[in-house]
């Protein structure tokens, strides 16, 4: 009895810690791909749960890190470029094939002070 018990727990422990659910990164599945603005200017690759490419006139593929908590994202640029840069974190929103970030409240390296509709690629 005690062992089926514990064999119990030790599967009910390996199930939940190998969940891909994260509490901080509510989105953080469903943001990797890429991503155009509206205006067809922008694009960003977001490669995985940590790192996106920026990719427009002025930068080609250049890499940043990436943090989402519940309604911001906090970006950091860890380019080509590399210049002492301090993240920043911006308000986002992610329903289903649309994103928005808002780039007024600060400065980020790389984006205006905007808010930026992105598109997902197919």
């Known amino acids: 009895m005690k062992l089926s018990i514990l064999i119990f727990l030790v599967i009910a422990s390996v199930f ?3 969940c891909d659910k994260d509490p901080k990164n509510p989105a ?3 943001i990797i791909g890429t991503w155009i603005s509206a205006d067809k200017s922008d694009t ?3 490669v995985d749960r940590e790192s996106f490419y920026k990719s427009d006139i ?3 593929y250049d890499h940043y890190d990436y943090e989402l908590l519940n309604d911001s994202i906090k970006i950091g640029y860890s380019g080509s470029r590399y210049i002492l840069v301090v993240p920043s974190s911006h308000f986002y929103k992610l329903s289903g094939e649309e994103l928005t970030i808002d780039f007024t409240n600060k400065l980020c390296y790389g984006f205006g002070l905007e808010r930026v509709d992105y598109y997902k690629f197919k």
Do not use: D, E
Request: glycine share 8%; hydrophobic share 50%.
């Open 44 to 46: 960003l690759h977001f």
């Open 58 to 60: 002025n930068m080609t």
């Open 28 to 30: 953080s599945g469903i």
């Open 16 to 18: 939940l810690l190998s």
